[in-house]
């Protein structure tokens, strides 16, 4: 009867120690999910942050850019004032230069 008890011994203690590997296994698959997790949490918070940042500078576009569109408009009608005056001071030029070639061989 004792080899019976022996064998029985030995074969919960194998048991147990197969349960007792299988919790460690557990074990240390939890802690590398929380670090997991943990992780993700982090690039979450990040990420949030990110978005928060883009949707501030999205938000100040649209008044850049009717600030931009302003100051184009400004400077497009100064560009083609200044070019008329330009011209304007080219033609009165060409008329003179005529008027001296004219001048010369009349």
């Not at 009867?1 to 030995?10: L, R, T, V």
């Not at 943990?38 to 100040?60: A, F, I, P, Y």
């Amino acid at each position: 009867m004792s080899s019976k008890i022996d064998a029985q011994i030995d074969r919960i203690r194998s048991i147990f120690a197969d349960l007792k590997t299988g919790l460690m296994q557990e074990q240390e698959k939890s802690k590398a999910l929380s670090l997991e997790l943990q992780r993700v949490k982090d690039t979450m918070e990040h990420l949030k942050l990110q978005n928060l940042e883009l949707t501030n500078k999205r938000s100040e576009f649209p008044a850049a850019s009717s600030t931009n569109l302003q100051d184009i408009k400004v400077h497009s009608a100064e560009i083609i004032h200044r070019r008329e005056a330009e011209i304007d001071a080219l033609v009165k030029e060409i008329e003179f230069c005529i008027r001296k070639l004219k001048n010369k061989h009349a």
